[in-house]
């Protein structure tokens, strides 16, 4: 099959993350796979196997939306392109253009639960010969905005190359994994971090309120236990060698740094939100977000006792494979292949 790949950019964040697996894997085997984005600092992961070109997709803008899609259109004309899958909601606008100038099918994941505030974003969702939700939360808080186009694929990793062992010394090694943005709770977790106790926070992620959590750190006056590392490629080398990771979010799709700390088997304290309780299949163990008093006493536990109050299945996290399978089989069955 010959295919398009299409989000806004290859920055950082987990709809990155899983175009680059899929078109990665799917390049593998076999398929011709372009990637569309406005690029990034993950554009070096996408394989020699894939090409990729650069336009403003990224743009929430409806004439350079409109005009990326001619583009695209004239490309899917000439080269022969097959089908365009989007991810995110302003290249789904543009899939949406694309199919409609080039007569070819369009498909749409749905990596968030993006709420119901303005009905007209819901119209290429709608309207895909397929809508992938990568969660069952996802899926089940966005029935009323999509049709009964959608399926639940969920989120696939490929397998960790290392593992996790309980760090040696007394010091209590907290992680967070994540863009530093107001929905991911870091300021919460910073709220609920004791300060007369024996720890450290490492931080990996970058984004819109790292210097407002820089400055929330001084003033909490535990800057010598906190650092910020920025964006990262070595979250898999982080996890192995801490003691737990905070994971204060308010809403996630399919919680990817979560999975991953699962497979390498880092224990957890987690929010309890749809998609973490469909991964723990339970809510018990899991702590209301936002809620700093509650994350207090769990962060607190672990550190006097070492216990975390939920274990997460590892089976609750499908292999790469499994996913790039099921993606496979809707791009087949989409194009009668």
């Not at 076999?30 to 394989?47: A, D, F, K, N, P």
Request: charged share 25%.
């Amino acid at each position: 099959m010959k295919i398009i790949e299409i989000l806004p950019e290859l920055d950082v964040g987990g709809v990155e993350r899983h175009v680059i697996d899929l078109a990665n894997t799917l390049a593998e085997r076999g398929h011709s796979v372009t990637v569309i984005s406005y690029g990034g600092r993950m554009m070096c992961q996408l394989s020699d196997k894939v090409d990729h070109r650069k336009l403003p997709v990224h743009k929430k803008n409806i004439v350079t939306g409109y005009l990326c899609a001619r583009k695209i259109a004239k490309w899917v004309k000439e080269e022969g392109f097959e089908l365009i899958h989007a991810h995110s909601r302003v290249p789904a606008w543009i899939a949406m253009w694309v199919a409609s100038m080039a007569k070819i099918p369009f498909i749409v994941t749905a990596h968030v639960d993006f709420g119901t505030k303005t009905k007209c974003i819901y119209k290429p969702y709608r309207k895909a010969n397929k809508t992938i939700c990568v969660s069952s939360a996802v899926q089940e808080g966005m029935k009323k905005c999509f049709y009964d186009n959608t399926q639940v694929v969920l989120n696939g990793l490929d397998n960790p190359k290392v593992h996790w062992q309980k760090p040696e010394g007394e010091t209590i090694k907290f992680l967070f994994v994540g863009r530093l943005s107001k929905i991911k709770g870091l300021h919460d977790a910073l709220r609920a971090l004791p300060q007369d106790s024996n720890w450290t926070l490492d931080v990996l992620g970058d984004g819109p309120i790292r210097s407002e959590l820089e400055a929330e750190v001084k003033e909490l006056n535990i800057e010598n236990k906190v650092t910020f590392h920025g964006f990262s490629n070595e979250a898999d080398k982080f996890m192995a060698t801490s003691s737990c990771l905070l994971f204060p979010s308010y809403t996630e799709g399919m919680p990817l740094t979560l999975a991953r700390a699962v497979q390498i088997g880092l224990p957890v304290l987690a929010s309890d939100i749809p998609s973490v309780s469909e991964m723990a299949r339970k809510h018990d163990g899991l702590l209301p977000p936002g809620d700093i008093e509650a994350w207090k006493k769990a962060i607190g536990d672990y550190i006097k006792t070492g216990v975390i109050p939920v274990s997460i299945p590892l089976e609750s996290v499908p292999t790469l494979d499994k996913m790039v399978d099921e993606d496979e089989k809707i791009y087949k069955e989409i194009l009668g292949k």
